[in-house]
């Protein structure tokens, strides 16, 4: 095994973990709670929306087809 490359990863595994940034619980907890509340209405609106664009398609495809199948008349 070669120690000089086993010390390299070493080395840049070290230099890695201490480019982090640690939060306490505390403020960790503070950031997930701020940020929770107005994604999830943000999330539910989009949801929404899409859902009521799905809704106005399927009527008019229904209308369409009901309009194609009434016998005509003649």
Known sequence: MNLTGSFC???V???ALAETTKLSVEEALKKI???D???KDE???AEME???EDIKRM???RLRLERRQRP???
């Open 72 to 74: 005509t008349k003649g």
């Open 37 to 39: 509340p107005k994604s």
């Open 13 to 15: 595994r070290r230099i």
């Open 50 to 52: 899409a859902l009521e």
């Open 9 to 11: 990863m070493f080395r």
């Open 33 to 35: 709670r701020s940020a």
């Open 43 to 45: 999330r539910r609106n």
């Open 59 to 61: 009527r008019a495809q």
